[in-house]
């Protein structure tokens, strides 16, 4: 199911988990604010896509949140990279 | 009466005092560790051969003594745009204000252009080679303000190391608990940078409730700037706290001059909570660029990064020409108690004299 990119050999190797696909999800994310020695949390919630990214050889697992419903006020993007330990599945139950 | 001052976290970490400095600044991290507390080095910012270096710098200079270090490890990143694309996302009326205010103050070029190209995405591949260096040189304290991967915690522990996980909610504090970190910050509203929305004495003593079952040490973080915030937190069940606008005019503090002396002259009223900066709201002392996008005729504030893209030339052009006028820095509300430039040992032991003295008046002394 992996594909790792050679291309321009990015520092991740891509993957599809069909299990999240169309699920949602929150994300208590949060990041270093660019500039700055500084960070913030921020909160989404959305539709996982199913993609995800793995960096380093743990791996650490990251999956893209789409269709976002919530996201922090000044947050420009559609679409957010969440850790996978920051992902809440909000339709466990239903 | 036992030695209220000798709590849990002192047993955990080996120290005299329940006091952490979290400095970006490597000298008043050995002064507080060499004078009894404790340290925490802000290295978020720095390469990894930068971080080793620190790391032999401080072990140097504190022996066999603990110390901590902070990486900004991401919960979450957006998908990549390059600064081009950024850079065309900032509105024309933006960018004129941005102008406008750097002639009315008269702001220089600044002498070398922010470095923007190394912003936005792939935080997670510099995270991991600054990670990397803090288990092959086992640092005895690892701390993280967004939360820590399991993958982490697990290696840590396995070699011997802590992890601090610093929470602004219950809610996340339970989640780090559960997770298995060491030791919990509280972190209330009054502190510096991008804090939560809960005050310190609030916050302090829900988590200490929810980390009582576990046994896990609660640091007090917000606002706190005197011995008798120190006395207070312990009374709310706090080990210790964690401070760093304590430490930002100290002697030995790498902070420009002129930023020292605006932080001596800041009253609590100064410390702003404004997003005018970055695009998210954070806590700094006040400057005219906070002053102009407080204006009705300010433009909105950009979404981030772009609107920490426009403030990028004002900030660096403040630090690099010493514009005392125009200098700011995150501070917390505490900041009303940092009123001399003194040595970080004697800022410390100033704490806890401040300290004994509220044990004093309440517990009538152990001399009586």
């Known amino acids: ?94 | 009466m036992s030695d209220p001052l000798h709590t849990q976290l002192c047993e955990q970490l080996g120290i005299e005092y329940p006091v952490v400095a979290f400095t970006h600044c490597k000298d008043v991290a050995v002064a507080v560790i060499n004078a009894g507390g404790f340290a925490v080095l802000g290295e978020a910012m720095h390469p990894p051969e930068h971080i080793r270096a620190d790391i032999k710098w401080i072990r140097e200079r504190i022996g066999d003594k603990k110390f901590g270090m902070d990486l900004v490890l991401p919960a979450s990143v957006p998908e990549e745009k390059t600064v081009e694309e950024l850079l065309a996302m900032i509105p024309q009326e933006s960018r004129d204000y941005e102008q406008m205010i750097k002639a009315k103050y008269n702001v220089p070029e600044p002498k070398e252009a922010p470095n923007t190209h190394t912003w936005g995405g792939l935080d997670q591949k510099r995270a991991l080679a600054q990670m990397e260096v803090m288990f092959e040189e086992k640092v005895p304290v690892f701390a993280s303000g967004l939360g820590s991967p399991q993958f982490l915690l697990d290696r840590a522990h396995a070699q011997g190391m802590q992890v601090w996980g610093l929470v602004g909610t219950p809610e996340q504090a339970k989640k780090q608990i559960d997770a298995g970190v060491d030791c919990i910050i509280a972190q209330g509203f009054d502190a510096a940078g991008h804090t939560g929305q809960i005050g310190t004495l609030s916050i302090v003593p829900q988590v200490v409730d929810l980390a009582q079952e576990k046994n896990i040490p609660v640091l007090a973080a917000g606002g706190i700037t005197h011995g008798r915030h120190l006395a207070a937190v312990l009374a709310l069940g706090a080990a210790g706290v964690w401070t760093g606008t304590l430490w930002l005019a100290s002697r030995e503090s790498d902070v420009k001059q002129g930023l020292k002396e605006r932080i001596l002259e800041c009253e609590t009223k100064d410390a702003v909570f404004s997003d005018c900066v970055s695009g998210y709201t954070m806590r700094t002392t006040i400057s005219p660029w906070h002053r102009e996008w407080r204006k009705p005729e300010a433009p909105p504030v950009l979404k981030a990064p772009l609107q920490m893209m426009l403030a990028a030339d004002y900030i660096q052009a403040s630090l690099d020409h010493e514009r005392k006028d125009l200098m700011f820095e995150a501070a917390g509300q505490g900041v009303h108690y940092v009123t001399a430039m003194k040595p970080a040992r004697q800022v410390l032991s100033d704490l806890i004299e401040e300290t004994l003295d509220v044990f004093d008046r309440l517990c009538g002394g152990d001399d009586d």
């Open chain 1, 1 to 94: 199911m992996d594909d790792s990119s050679d291309n321009d050999q990015p520092p991740y190797v891509t993957g599809f988990n069909g299990d999240y696909e169309g699920r949602r999800a929150a994300c208590e994310g949060g990041a270093g604010v660019e500039g700055t020695k500084y960070a913030g949390r921020q909160y989404f919630v959305g539709t996982l896509t199913g993609h995800y990214r793995d960096f380093g050889d743990y791996p650490w697992r990251w999956y893209l949140l789409a269709q976002l419903t919530v996201k922090p006020e000044a947050y420009a993007n559609e679409a957010v990279w969440c850790e996978e330990g920051s992902i809440q599945l909000l339709d466990e139950n239903e």
